[in-house]
Antibody, heavy 124, light 109 residues
Framework: QVQLQESGPGLVKPSEILTLTCTVS????????WSWIRQSPVEGLEWIGY???????NYNPSLKSRFTLSVDTSKNQFSLKVNSVTAADTAVYYC??????????????????WGKGTTVTVSS | EIVMTQSPATLSVSPGERATLSCRAS??????LAWYQQRPGQAPRLLIY???TRATDVPARFSGSGSGTEFTLSISSLQSEDFAVYYC???????????FGPGAKVEIK
């Protein structure tokens, strides 16, 4: 079955760039959308955005435009870049598969596979 | 932005009893509502999608209902492994956006 594994630095300094990568194993990255979600005591679970294998991405409109998603199909990976991090970006970051199911004329969307999460701390 | 709220924030239940959690959306999300369970130190786990469809390998004691703006997750007979935090999540197609509720903790009474 599909498994996801996040990787990246556990500690980042304020104003620096944070890059996290999610490696997809057990299945191809094509055919699905792939999300990043973060969790902090202040914000709870916060969806950051999703991307598909062709690079088409959508972002949480409530977040500022510091977030960029990218995909590398040759490595079966997708990535999150966060510019100019602050202490407010301290969180556990999860990658997840955003599944879509058709039931009758409607589509339903949910996260059916999650990585274990990686803790990121922003501190000097 | 669609805002999700959950109640109660904490529910104290004895093992074997029934638990009922509520989730409300600030706008009509039709049936595009999912429920997740999160145990300490673990990632969320999908329980229910499309408001009432159980995910693979989810026990039948979990059930979801509702549509529009009001949703419910019920756990018919709580087992020890069910004491956890539960989140609801909606998806809206325009603009494309997921959002989660603040979570509801089910604790042992």
């Amino acid at each position: 079955q599909v498994q996801l594994q996040e990787s990246g630095p556990g500690l980042v300094k304020p104003s620096e760039i944070l890059t996290l990568t999610c490696t997809v194993s057990g299945g191809p990255i094509s055919g699905s959308y792939w999300s990043w979600i973060r969790q902090s005591p202040v914000e709870g679970l916060e969806w950051i955005g999703y991307i598909n294998y062709s690079g088409s991405a959508n972002y949480n409109p409530s977040l500022k435009s510091r977030f960029t998603l990218s995909v590398d199909t040759s490595k079966n990976q997708f990535s999150l870049k966060v510019n100019s991090v602050t202490a407010a970006d301290t969180a556990v970051y999860y990658c997840a598969r955003s599944a879509r199911t058709a039931m009758g004329p409607y589509y339903y969307y949910y996260m059916d596979v999650w990585g274990k999460g990686t803790t990121v701390t922003v501190s000097s | 932005e669609i805002v999700m709220t959950q109640s109660p924030a904490t529910l104290s239940v004895s093992p074997g009893e029934r638990a009922t959690l509520s989730c409300r959306a600030s706008q009509n999300v039709f049936s595009n509502l999912a429920w997740y369970q999160q145990r300490p130190g673990q990632a969320p786990r999908l329980l229910i999608y499309a408001a009432s469809t159980r995910a693979t390998d989810v026990p039948a004691r979990f059930s979801g209902s509702g549509s529009g703006t009001e949703f419910t997750l019920s756990i018919s007979s709580l087992q020890s492994e069910d004491f956890a935090v539960y989140y609801c999540q909606q998806y809206s197609s325009w603009p494309p956006e997921f959002s989660f509720g603040p979570g509801a903790k089910v604790e042992i009474k």
